[in-house]
C-alpha cells in the first residue's frame, strides 16, 4: 500500500509551455480593437503595459503563421507580405499609420529570433540531417525543413554563424526586462516622476538592468553590477553617472531606447486612414456637436424662463408678449416644449 500511495503521489513531469497562438485576438471584431498609442519615437505604449505587450506577442504569431523560414534574409521576403501582415494587423487593433516601420521592424526581429531558436533546438541540437529529419518540427514542412538543413549545413554560412554567436556570447550589458518594451519602460518612469519629466539614461539603466537577489544570473552579469555600483556612488556624491551609462562603447542610437523609427517626428496625435476608425471620429464628432448645441439652447431657455419670472414678480401688472413666452421651455417640461400661447383645456 505505501508502495502505491507513492506512486500516487509522484508528480507527473512538467508540460513545457506550449506556443501562444492568441486566438482571442485573430478573431476580435473591429468594434472591439484596442488603441494603439505611440510616444514620439513612434513606439507602441500603454497606461497599463498590456496592450503593447498583446500587440508584440500577437506579432509573432503572425509571422510564424505567414513567412517561411526558409527565406535567406528578412530584406528578399516580398513586398506584398510585409503589406498583408500590416493591413492584417490593423484589422485586431486601431493602429496610427505612423506605426507602421515600427511593426515591420518588430516582424522582422521576432523572425530572426524564431528561426534562431529552430535551428538551435532542431540543427545545433543533433549531428547527423537523418537525426535532424527524425526529429524535425511538426509546424514546418517537410521540403522547407530540407532547404534549411542545406542552408544551415554550407560551410559559408557555419563561417558567419560561428562569428555571430562569438560576439553575441561577447555582449554581457544584458536588460533583465522580460517582454517588456524600453519604450513602456520609459513611459513608466516618467510616469512616476512628480515632475512628468523623461528619464535619463541612468535611470533607464538602473531599471532594466536590476538583478533579484534570490536568482542565478551567468557569470558577465558581475560587471553590470559593478558598473551599477559606480553609477550609485557618483549619484551620492552630487555627480552626474551619464558617462558610465555606455561604459565607453558605442551602443547606437537605439540602445536604452528601443525599436524606433529614424523620421519620428514626435507626433502626440497619430493620423490613421483606419476607415473604420475615420467614420468613429465622424459620429463622435457630430455627436458631441449635437450634444453641445442642445446644451446651449437649454440653457438659454432656462436663462429666458429666469428672466421673465423675475419681471413679472417685479411688475405683477406687466403684460408680456405672447410670441416671447411661447419660445421659452416651460419649468416643468424637459424636453423644452414650447409654451402654448392659450389655456389647456
Known amino acids: ?60 504569431t503572425v509571422v510564424k503563421d505567414n513567412v517561411p523560414l526558409t527565406y535567406v534574409n528578412w530584406h528578399v521576403v516580398p513586398a506584398e507580405l510585409k503589406k498583408f501582415m500590416w493591413e492584417y494587423t490593423r484589422q485586431r487593433y486601431i493602429i496610427p499609420d505612423e506605426a507602421q516601420w515600427w511593426v515591420n521592424r518588430t516582424l522582422a526581429d521576432l523572425w530572426r529570433v524564431h528561426k534562431s531558436r529552430i535551428k538551435k533546438k532542431y540543427y545545433t541540437k543533433y549531428n547527423s540531417d537523418e537525426e535532424r529529419l527524425q526529429n524535425r518540427p511538426e509546424d514546418i514542412p ?79 552579469a558581475k560587471a553590470v553590477k559593478k558598473r551599477i555600483k559606480r553609477m550609485k556612488k557618483l549619484i551620492s556624491s552630487g555627480k552626474d553617472p551619464e558617462i558610465l551609462v555606455a561604459g565607453g562603447k558605442d551602443h547606437g542610437r537605439e540602445w536604452l531606447v528601443g525599436r524606433s523609427c529614424k523620421n519620428a517626428g514626435g507626433t502626440s496625435a497619430p493620423s490613421s486612414t483606419d476607415p473604420y476608425v475615420e467614420q468613429l471620429t465622424r459620429t463622435i464628432k457630430e455627436s458631441i456637436e449635437s450634444e453641445l448645441e442642445a446644451k446651449v439652447n437649454r440653457k438659454v431657455q432656462e436663462n429666458m424662463t429666469m428672466l421673465l419670472k423675475k419681471l413679472e414678480e417685479a411688475n405683477p401688472g406687466m403684460k408680456l408678449d405672447v410670441d416671447i413666452r411661447a419660445t421659452v421651455s416651460s419649468d416643468g417640461d424637459d424636453n423644452g416644449t414650447p409654451v402654448t400661447a392659450g389655456e389647456t383645456s
Open 1 to 60: 500500500m505505501e508502495d502505491a500511495a507513492d506512486e500516487e503521489i509522484e508528480k507527473a513531469p512538467r508540460k513545457p509551455r506550449g506556443r501562444s497562438k492568441m486566438t482571442k485576438v485573430h478573431a476580435r471584431a473591429a468594434a472591439e480593437r484596442p488603441i494603439i498609442m505611440l510616444n514620439k519615437h513612434s513606439q507602441p505604449i500603454s497606461e497599463d503595459g498590456r496592450v503593447d505587450s498583446e500587440l508584440s506577442r500577437f506579432l509573432g
Open 142 to 220: 517537410l521540403e522547407d525543413f530540407k532547404q534549411l538543413l542545406i542552408y544551415w549545413g554550407d560551410d559559408e554560412i557555419k563561417s558567419i554563424a560561428e562569428d555571430n554567436a562569438e560576439r553575441r556570447n561577447s555582449y554581457t550589458d544584458t536588460h533583465t526586462i522580460g517582454p517588456k518594451s524600453l519604450a513602456q519602460v520609459r513611459a513608466d518612469l516618467k510616469k512616476k516622476d512628480p515632475n512628468q519629466a523623461s528619464p535619463s539614461n541612468a535611470k533607464v539603466y538602473f531599471e532594466t538592468r536590476e538583478r533579484k537577489k534570490d536568482r542565478e544570473y551567468m557569470p558577465t
